[in-house]
């Protein structure tokens, strides 16, 4: 019963951890992690019961401990929070439940905003490509240049695009060019 108590206290302990470690970290390699992990404490708890001695045994509830650490600091809120982070509210369910899979299929967003996060989905579906690869590729973005991708890849009225395109230019002939490139894209 204390080896039980003592067990959830980890446990909360290193789930609150989870909070800070998710936006330092990332997502994607706090899945890596866990994984490699709670795999290794698996495998030192079945090693430890081999023996079938007591002494042994205590080795077993160092791998439980350690298992149950690694899931809250790393698996435990990451299927939860990624899919309702990222997904549009008509998939939301869908993404939510199909969540143990997530690391091949979603891309990284830790620092990123949710204008970022759009221009992921959207570099991926225009320039037909795995969003995980579509992350990778798109760097780091200001707010200015969250604007000005965001216009490249279709958000925002033609009235925007073609502002936007006359007020980065300083002649009247490359207006005209840069128009015309906006209305073929």
């Not at 951890?17 to 970290?25: A, G, K």
């Not at 698996?75 to 690391?103: Q, V």
């Not at 996060?117 to 760097?139: H, Q, S, T, W």
Request: hydrophobic share 45%; with cysteine; charged share 20%.
């Amino acid at each position: 019963m204390i080896l039980g108590g003592v067990n959830m206290v980890v446990y909360s302990i290193f789930a609150t951890m989870s909070w800070f470690l998710i936006e330092r970290v990332g997502r994607r390699k706090l899945f890596l992690v866990g994984s490699f992990r709670q795999s290794l404490s698996m495998v030192i708890a079945f090693a430890c019961l081999i023996p079938d001695n007591e002494q042994e045994a205590k080795g077993a509830a160092v791998g439980l401990f350690t298992f149950i650490a690694t899931f809250g600091a790393t698996w435990l809120p990451l299927p939860w929070l990624y899919p309702a982070e990222i997904s549009p509210i008509k998939t939301r369910a869908k993404a939510s439940a199909i969540s143990t899979l997530i690391y091949l299929f979603y891309p990284e967003t830790a620092g990123r905003s949710l204008e970022e996060i759009d221009l992921i989905f959207a570099k991926g579906y225009l320039e037909n490509m795995g969003y995980v690869r579509a992350a990778k590729e798109l760097p780091r973005l200001s707010d200015e240049e969250i604007e000005r991708v965001a216009i490249q890849y279709g958000f925002g009225s033609a009235d925007q695009e073609a502002k936007h395109v006359v007020g980065d230019s300083d002649s009247t002939e490359s207006n005209v060019v840069r128009t015309g490139d906006v209305e073929k894209n």
